[in-house]
């Protein structure tokens, strides 16, 4: 069976860009890429989950209403999917416990997760503000691949 860390493997040998698809109110898929790594959940005694950092209306508007979410990784013919039940945390997607800079702190965080760096982080973190992102944090529910080790 496969782990989230051969998942994390996988999408460490491309960037770990991922396909990320929601599903629409229409019940079709809207797909995008993002790059997407692993963390301890913060709000959840550290469980392993993807997380990533968006902004913007289809797909933060389908999660806010089905948070299924199922994200690919891909290197050479090798793939791996992660499905699962997304969290958002973020200005428009407040939670408990979350302030502003506890989230500040955050975004920094899922974006080393997912293969970020940053030269100038106070940039980074007025940035984030301004474009009003969104910490989604992605709780496995089901581990695929076409390998039997991803």
């Known amino acids: 069976m496969m782990t989230l860390l051969e998942v ?17 109110a229409d019940s079709t898929i809207q797909a995008s890429v993002v790059n997407a790594g692993t963390l301890a959940n913060p709000f959840d005694g550290g469980k ?3 997380g990533f950092v968006t902004y913007g209306r ?7 209403v089905r948070p299924q979410v199922t994200l690919t990784y891909r290197s050479g013919w090798s793939w791996a999917s992660v499905e699962g039940v997304a969290e958002l945390i973020g ?9 502003g800079e506890r989230l500040r ?3 920094r965080e899922v974006f080393v997760a997912a293969g970020g ?3 100038d982080w106070d940039a980074y973190d007025a940035e984030m503000a301004v474009q009003r992102r969104t910490v989604v944090l ?7 691949s076409n390998r039997a080790s991803a």
Not at 91 to 99: A, C, I, S
């Open 8 to 24: 994390a493997e996988l999408a460490g040998r491309e960037q770990y860009l991922a396909v990320v698809a929601t599903v629409r």
């Open 48 to 50: 392993e989950v993807l």
């Open 138 to 144: 992605v709780t496995p529910t089901r581990l695929y």
């Open 117 to 119: 760096h940053h030269d």
């Open 105 to 107: 702190l955050l975004l």
């Open 58 to 64: 289809s797909k933060l508007s389908n999660l806010r």
């Open 91 to 99: 200005p428009d997607d407040p939670k408990e416990g979350v302030d």
